[in-house]
């Protein structure tokens, strides 16, 4: 009977020791995976800062690249504008060489003579 008690407590003390061992492994093993998990969540907000970082970057290149777009678009306008005064001008000018051309080359004397003296009248 001394030896089924003495037993007994043996056996209490290895099963409490092998149960304190086992809750020390698992002890282990979660803060092993806390630590690995705070390790994965300190790397995701470092590439998070990175990543605003560079979304910022962009937005600003993005907002540089609109005003000179804007700028470009101005600028594309009033060369339009410009161009198409320039033609304009070219066209009267022509017409102005096309009149000499008829009336000091293909009309007679008389026929110059005759519209100047029309214009002095008038």
Do not use: P
């Amino acid at each position: 009977m001394k030896n089924d008690v003495l037993y007994n407590e043996m056996n209490g003390v290895d099963r409490d020791a092998a149960i304190l061992r086992t809750l020390k492994l698992i002890e282990q093993k979660i803060e092993k995976q806390v630590a690995t998990k705070e390790d994965i969540l300190q790397w995701q907000l470092e590439e998070l800062k990175r990543l605003q970082f560079e979304t910022g970057e962009k937005s600003n290149t993005i907002s540089e690249l609109n005003t000179k777009l804007l700028e470009c678009r101005s600028q594309s306008e009033g060369n339009r504008q410009l161009i198409n005064k320039l033609i304009t001008d070219i066209d009267k000018l022509q017409q102005n060489i096309d009149w000499y051309k008829r009336t000091y080359e293909t009309r007679s004397l008389v026929g110059v003579i005759r519209d100047k003296l029309k214009h002095l009248f008038r």
